[in-house]
């Protein structure tokens, strides 16, 4: 279990584990500080599996529903990058939701009821117990509900379209928690929009297989 920490306090190993114990030793500033750094990490993690989302949601919608031979395939390759991707999404977002992990959204929030005068006019306990269970129902859901896609079947798009919708909704859900508990401690904005110096596409857009004569 792990609790919000003073800074003073020495982590205690048991076993092969070691508990970082957090008192309630901090002030507002102490606790805005480390929860902004923290933020800033978790930030971009989210971004990098919202890159991937947006990058494999191109691919699907750019590149293969238009073309024919490829949309209308069997292809084993496209299984394969299906199945890859949805099981590494799932695996990172689990990470991210466990409240025993390094960087905790979750424990993050928790730790936020002690100071209710930061939250004052940005966050209600009524709407930080709900942030909290639907971190809950997510991290649960992650944990018992998605399981690795191996067999051909399992990779079809039909297949995988529950599971890849569960992974848009939890994702979706740390990115407005990541931006409301940022602003909240830092006063101020993180960027997690999607964005590209160039066309992440234009390799497709072009022929880059020679054929030998």
């Keep these: 279990m792990f609790v919000a920490n003073s800074e003073s306090d020495p982590p205690h190993r048991t076993g092969s584990r070691i508990f970082v114990h957090y008192s309630r030793m901090l002030n507002e500033k102490q606790f805005r500080d480390r929860a902004t750094r923290e933020l800033r990490e978790i930030g971009k993690q989210v971004l990098s599996l919202a890159v ?96 690795p896609h191996f067999s051909e079947r399992e990779r079809t798009p039909a297949s995988l379209a529950t599971t890849i919708r569960q992974l848009d909704l939890a994702l979706d859900l740390l990115i407005d928690c990541t931006k409301r508990y940022y602003w909240i401690v830092a006063d101020s904005y993180i960027d997690l929009d999607v964005k590209y110096s160039e066309d992440p596409l234009a390799v497709f857009r072009s022929p880059w297989l020679e054929e030998k004569s």
């Design 52 to 147: 991937d989302r947006d990058l494999y949601q191109r691919l699907e919608a750019d590149v293969i529903l238009r073309n024919s031979s490829l949309s209308a395939s069997g292809n084993p390759y496209l299984a394969m990058w299906r199945g890859a991707y949805t099981d590494a999404m799932a695996m990172r977002l689990r990470r991210l939701f466990a409240p025993e992990a390094n960087l905790s959204l979750r424990r993050l929030a928790n730790q936020m009821s002690d100071y209710p005068e930061m939250l004052h006019d940005k966050l209600t306990a009524k709407e930080l117990s709900a942030d909290l269970a639907d971190l809950d129902r997510m991290s649960v859901y992650l944990k018992e509900h998605v399981d």
